[in-house]
């Protein structure tokens, strides 16, 4: 019993822990333009697939060039580390795409929110021609874990390493990037762009250096994100970033815009809440998320730890 | 390809009052759900063993699915209108999201499959025309008509400064109200339709895609008049058909139409400048 309930708590925890990378990486955008890059879900699954090709796995019949893959497949834990930072560089070319343009035009904020969606559409349809729509699972061997078993026991209970991993990389990439973003002089300079682009810029920091550089570490997020759940589970289909962009859109809200520390907290609570939902129920733990998103943005819509802003005139 | 235009209208009311509602695709899945229950469950509507189906039952579908829709905004609005810009958002892609998790596991409306051989009450799909057109034509009409009324100057004075149309005394509350339960009736009165019109229904057909693609209706067209949504409907349904022959990547240029769009012309294809040009470039052309 005890041992069922940490299992289902582990699991809880580790799907958290991605979905708080997810809502980071909205957090990082939101704060410095005060817009949601909609292409996040999207980043998400070229983030599956760069880690799916770079560990050697190979295109199926239905893509583009079947059969094609890297001769040799690298170790999992390099592979993951070069699709975050492919996924951080698309990020990059979706803000040169679809939120440079408008900005520089001054342009009604919202507009940012299609052309975001756009840039998410045309990516998933491009990985959907490339590797075509079927489902991928990962090579699954020991030597794809760095050595390690596939299973552990911790007090009685029989916990996949996989998942324990999934928790202590997105546990250490939050970790690292709160620090960076509270410590470091880049960190520091790209708050000061969150507070007051002009003021900033005034000051004399790069401000389109720094925006640049949230939607790399935006997208390089998502892209961890989606890497480590491709290897967890597997690669349903170039549409499976798409629903965890949503659910990080949900813990974004429970955890309140722009907050750090609340994108971590929500991304834990709603994992840990989903995990609770007993599997007789669980068609509808899909709606979980979006029944809680609901209910904080009628009850405290500045979020559980987000600060209440009021509106000037 | 009207079914597309009437979505965008849905799509258009309340943004005309300035509110950015993703919700018009729960409201369409509202609408279509109970159309294809109501005519393959209740014999009473008249429904034939051959797949037939009477008109005037068709017609009380179309009422019924916009009155259900609209119920549900009614609720929903109340709750949902006290957020703003981004927020109302989210919280209406949610609706959809809870809305598509609910139609798929209730245990009367078919699961994944969804519900299929409803009914038919024309022969060819040319029938659809008429219904489709005349509820086009109803919409643009009221919409028309709410340019010179009370209410669509309110929805265009909350467009504009929320805050100074409260400070007039103008009931914003009420009038982003009616907008969101206008924009829900046409929705679930199009679902109704398109229920009968594709022949099986199920939870896919009010997903998060549709929330995109029916903004982009809007986007592409115009929100300014209600024209634009009805061009931006009709031209983005029509266009994965004409790009039919280049197979895989339309999609691939669906999106970029989507991204391409506010980019290169923000305010839509159909501006109130361009129709004033329009109107005098006709008057000039009468001799």
């Known amino acids: 019993m005890i041992e069922a309930l940490l299992q289902t708590l582990l699991n809880g925890a580790a799907s958290g822990g991605v979905y708080a990378l997810v809502a980071l990486g909205y957090t990082l955008v939101f704060s410095v333009l005060g817009v ?25 019949v239905n893509g583009a060039l079947p059969g094609w893959g890297l001769p040799e497949g690298l170790p999992f834990w390099l592979a993951l580390l070069l699709a975050a930072a492919g996924s951080g560089l698309v990020g990059l070319l979706v803000e040169r795409l679809a939120f440079a343009p408008l900005r520089r035009r001054n342009a009604e904020p919202l507009l940012a929110l299609i ?28 030597d794809a874990l760095a050595g390690l078993p596939d299973v552990l026991m911790i007090g009685g209970a029989r916990i996949r390493t996989i998942q324990l991993l999934l928790l202590l990389i997105s546990a250490a990439a939050v970790l690292v ?14 708050r000061a762009v969150a507070e007051d682009a002009t003021t900033a810029q005034l000051l004399g920091i790069h401000s389109e250096a720094m925006v640049r550089l949230a939607f790399f570490l935006s997208g390089g997020l998502a892209g961890l994100g989606g890497g480590l759940i491709g ?15 949503l659910k990080g859109l949900a813990v974004l809200v429970l955890g309140g815009l722009g907050s750090v520390p609340g994108a971590i907290a929500g991304g834990l609570l709603m994992g840990l809440a989903e995990a609770l939902v007993p599997s007789s129920a669980s068609g509808w733990r899909d709606a979980l998320a979006f029944a809680i998103l609901f209910g904080v943005l009628l009850l405290r819509p500045s979020g559980l730890l987000g600060r209440r802003t009021v509106e000037k005139v | 390809m009207l079914l597309g235009a009437l979505l965008g209208l849905s799509v258009y009311l309340p943004l005309a009052a300035g509110q950015l509602s993703l919700a ?29 189906f009477p008109v005037p039952s068709l017609l009380l579908e179309l009422v019924l699915g916009g009155l259900l829709a609209g119920l549900l905004a009614l609720l929903v609005g109340r709750l949902v209108l006290r957020l703003q810009g981004i927020y109302l958002a989210i919280a209406t892609i949610a609706l959809v999201e809870i809305v598509r998790v609910a139609i798929l596991n209730l245990p009367f409306t078919g699961g994944a499959v969804g519900i299929f051989a409803i009914p038919q009450p024309f022969a060819t799909a040319a029938g659809y025309l008429l219904p489709a057109l005349a509820l ?10 709410l340019e010179g009324m009370p209410l669509g100057r309110a929805m265009a004075a909350i467009r504009d400064d929320e805050l100074a149309a409260r400070c007039m005394g103008i009931d ?116």
């Open chain 2, 172 to 287: 914003t509350t009420g009038a982003k109200l009616t907008a969101f339960v206008l924009s829900a009736v046409l929705a679930g009165s199009t679902g109704a339709l398109a229920a009968h019109f594709l022949n099986t229904w199920n939870a896919r057909q009010g997903s998060f895609d549709a929330s995109i693609t029916t903004l982009a209706f809007v986007i592409l067209g115009g929100s300014r008049t209600w024209l634009g949504p009805v061009v931006g409907g009709l031209l983005l349904t029509a266009l994965p058909e004409l790009l039919r022959p280049v197979g895989d990547v339309r999609l691939v240029l669906f999106g970029l139409v989507i991204l391409l769009g506010p980019v290169l012309a923000p305010q839509g294809l159909i501006t109130p400048g361009l129709l004033e040009r329009l109107g005098r470039w006709g008057e000039g052309g009468k001799p």
């Open chain 1, 231 to 245: 290897v967890s589970v597997s690669l349903p289909g170039p549409y499976f970033g798409i629903g965890y962009g």
């Open chain 1, 177 to 190: 990037l709160s620090l960076w973003l509270e410590r470091s002089k880049g960190g520091r300079a790209l």
């Open chain 2, 24 to 52: 018009t695709p729960a409201f369409y899945a509202v609408g279509g759900t109970l159309a294809a229950l109501l005519s393959t469950r209740w014999s009473a509507l008249g429904a034939t063993a051959s797949g037939g």
């Open chain 1, 36 to 60: 949601i890059n909609f292409a996040q879900g999207a980043l998400f699954s070229v983030g599956g697939y760069l880690t799916f090709l770079l560990m050697g796995g190979k295109i199926g």
């Open chain 1, 115 to 142: 052309t975001s969606l756009g840039a998410g559409v045309v990516l998933v349809n491009l990985l959907q021609l490339l590797m075509g729509a079927e489902g991928y699972a990962f090579p699954q061997s020991t």
């Open chain 2, 136 to 145: 086009l034509a109803l919409a643009g009409w009221v919409c028309q008509r």
